[in-house]
Each structure stands twice: as structure tokens, then as C-alpha cells.
Nanobody, 125 residues
Framework: QVQLEESGGGLVQAGGSLSLSCAAS????????MAWFRQAPGKEREFVAA????????YYADSVKGRFTISRDNAKFTVYLQMNSLKPEDTAVYYC??????????????????WGQGTQVTVSS
């Protein structure tokens, strides 16, 4: 398993932007498929975005498409989530996750074996 550490969460007003980062502990980072999930209080963890190993393809939940962008820098062992036009319903703990096998659709949290500790994102109205 790979150790992951998220950063960049915080409090922002609706319509604002935040950028999350997730740093991996392994030099084989480029062999991992990466994803972001989020979990709001009282709700199940849900898929947000995913990216393939060489960043050739990205995938998004319908709720964030057009507002969020996932990217990665394999030289820095880091995956990013740029969040624009934030809404109060985006409030959640955001987690990054990694898997070595190819992505399975629909993308589910149970398919990922490595997780970060999460970072809180709060969007005020």
C-alpha cells in the first residue's frame, strides 16, 4: 500500500475556489490510478474524480463536472483537485485514494486500497 496525505482544505464562500493536494510516499507513484472521494456528515463516501496513471484520461462525477479538475504530477508524486464555483453542497471531508489495477466503472470507494486521512472542505452560503 501507498501512504497518502491530503492538504489544502479549508473554509470558503460559495462561488469561491480551493485547491487540494495529495502527496504519495512511493516513487512508484506513476503506476497508481488516483481518485478523489468525499464524505459529507451522515452520507456515504462518494466518488468525485479520477485520473489514469499517465494522466491520459480523467473522470468526474456529474455533480462536479465543469467545476472541478483533477491533475497529477508524477515527478512530484502528487495528485491535485482544483475546485471552482464551489457550492455549499460541496462541503465534505475530501479523501484521495490509490489503486494499482485499472479503473472499474462505476468507480467505487471499495475498489481502492490506499487512502489518505482526509481534509475538510467547508463552503458557506
Amino acid at each position: 500500500q501507498v501512504q497518502l496525505e491530503e492538504s489544502g482544505g479549508g473554509l470558503v464562500q460559495a462561488g469561491g475556489s480551493l485547491s487540494l493536494s495529495c502527496a504519495a510516499s512511493v516513487r512508484t507513484f506513476s503506476t497508481y490510478y488516483m481518485a478523489w472521494f468525499r464524505q459529507a456528515p451522515g452520507k456515504e463516501r462518494e466518488f468525485v474524480a479520477a485520473i489514469t496513471r499517465a494522466a491520459g484520461s480523467t473522470y468526474y462525477a456529474d455533480s462536479v463536472k465543469g467545476r472541478f479538475t483533477i491533475s497529477r504530477d508524477n515527478a512530484k508524486f502528487t495528485v491535485y483537485l482544483q475546485m471552482n464555483s464551489l457550492k455549499p453542497e460541496d462541503t465534505a471531508v475530501y479523501y484521495c485514494a490509490a489503486r494499482t489495477s485499472g479503473l472499474v466503472f462505476p468507480i467505487r470507494s471499495s475498489d481502492f486500497g490506499s487512502w489518505g486521512q482526509g481534509t475538510q472542505v467547508t463552503v458557506s452560503s
